[in-house]
Structures are given as structure tokens and as C-alpha cells.
């Protein structure tokens, strides 16, 4: 099916433990985003990328790495979860730059 | 980065029209206004977008100011299902960051 996923939808896991969200698009857009959205708080990017092999940080990107060596792939690996990063993760893709951006239903991360 | 201001929440009626204002008065340019909105427990979705034209589509209109530093949403007939987090965007197309601000929550009544 044609979109933007996100796996998995829900994931629970223990303080220090390493964590990787999947995203994955079949539109082959270029740019890619990842947010993170606390409960009752807005959407706060944590890393963009305009290309493969092309990354660039966002507001709040402390404690993640991503990479992106295929178009339609960009992991979110949290080195070492930490409970301030609970939070629901959303990726997004869009074509150009300046065109409409799509949402993934987003992941639900829970660090205990 | 160029920011916006809007309304922290509006109150609209069923079947009446909602004029969610924005103001950009930094705007650039190069600056693309982007609307999306978030409906409750889901994910942003992609509302509508544009330069410097008015634009048009299925669920929305954006006029434009034509000095570009304010614009206005305009959801025709508000449904329940409108009832959502709308946020106003700028898009620098030399920089391609998507940034979310605080938005307007729209509720909307029976």
C-alpha cells in the first residue's frame, strides 16, 4: 500500500535500553521529518532530512540519531531511552520543500 | 525562521463557516503558508498551502493578504469532524524545516 508507515504503533521499554522507530514511505520523496509530541503539547522536530546521506537537527534532538541511507527509510534510534522521552513519535515525507508534508499514524514510546 | 501568530482557540456552530486568522509578519519571500490540523489522537494532516494566490481546494480555502503578512483558513461549513488543533506554517523553501507552533484549537458546537 501506497503511504507512510510506522512501526511499531506501540512500544514499551526500560530507561537505558536502546530504541529504533522505523518510518518508511513508498512515495520516494526526498525530505523526511521526525517529531515528538508530548502529552498536551504541540509537535517539536527533532531531526529533518532533505536526501539520503543528508540529515540536519531540528529543536530538540539531545539523546537521538537518525540515519537515512535508503530514500524511502528514516530510523529514529534512541541511544539510551530515558523516561523524558516518552512521548508519541510522528515521521513525516514530502515531496519538495515547500509542498504538503504526510503523517504517519505515529508510535507510542514508553520509557519505564 | 519566520513565526506565526494565531488565536490560542476559536468556538464555531455546526454548518457555519470558521475564519481561522494567522499573522507572519516576517514573512519572507520564500516562505510557503502551510495549514494542517491534528483532530484528537491522530496524526498532523495536510490542509492546504500557497504563495502568494488565494487557493482552493476540498476541504479549505486560504485567502492571502496581499502584503503576504496575514492570512485566513476558512473551513466552509464546520462539521463535528472539523473539531481539531489547526496550525499556520511557514515553509522556507530554501530551508525545507516543517515547524510546528502552539496552533488554534477549533470547537466546534452541535
Known amino acids: 500500500d501506497a503511504g507512510i508507515t510506522q512501526s511499531p504503533r506501540y512500544k514499551i521499554t526500560e530507561t537505558g535500553r536502546q530504541v529504533t522507530l522505523m518510518c518508511h514511505q513508498t512515495?520516494?520523496?526526498?525530505?523526511m521529518f521526525w517529531y515528538r509530541q508530548d502529552l498536551g503539547h504541540g509537535l517539536r522536530l527533532i531531526y529533518y532530512?532533505?536526501?539520503?546521506?543528508?540529515?540536519d537537527k531540528g529543536e530538540v534532538p539531545d539523546g537521538y540519531v537518525v540515519s537515512r541511507s535508503k530514500t524511502e527509510n528514516f530510523p529514529l534510534t534512541l541511544e539510551s531511552a530515558t523516561r523524558s522521552q516518552t512521548s508519541v513519535y510522528f515521521c513525516?515525507?514530502?515531496?519538495?520543500?515547500?509542498?504538503?508534508?504526510?503523517f504517519g499514524q505515529g508510535t507510542r514510546l514508553t520509557v519505564v | 525562521d519566520a513565526k506565526t501568530t494565531q488565536p490560542n482557540s476559536m468556538e464555531s456552530n455546526e454548518e457555519e463557516p470558521v475564519h481561522l486568522p494567522c499573522n507572519h509578519s516576517?514573512?519572507?519571500?520564500?516562505?510557503?503558508i502551510h495549514w494542517y490540523r491534528q483532530l484528537p489522537s491522530q496524526g498532523p494532516e495536510y490542509v492546504i498551502h500557497?504563495?502568494?494566490s488565494n487557493v482552493n481546494n476540498r476541504m479549505a480555502s486560504l485567502a492571502i493578504a496581499e502584503d503576504r503578512k496575514s492570512s485566513t483558513l476558512i473551513l466552509h461549513r464546520a462539521t463535528l469532524r472539523d473539531a481539531a488543533v489547526y496550525y499556520c506554517?511557514?515553509?522556507?523553501?530554501?530551508?525545507?524545516?516543517?515547524?510546528f507552533g502552539a496552533g488554534t484549537t477549533v470547537t466546534v458546537r452541535a
Open positions: 532530512s532533505a536526501a539520503a546521506d543528508i540529515t
Open positions: 512515495w520516494s520523496h526526498s525530505y
Open positions: 513525516a515525507s514530502s515531496e519538495q520543500g515547500w509542498t504538503e508534508a504526510f
Open positions: 500557497g504563495l502568494t
Open positions: 506554517i511557514l515553509r522556507d523553501v530554501n530551508d525545507y524545516k516543517l515547524s
Open positions: 516576517t514573512i519572507s519571500g520564500t516562505d510557503y
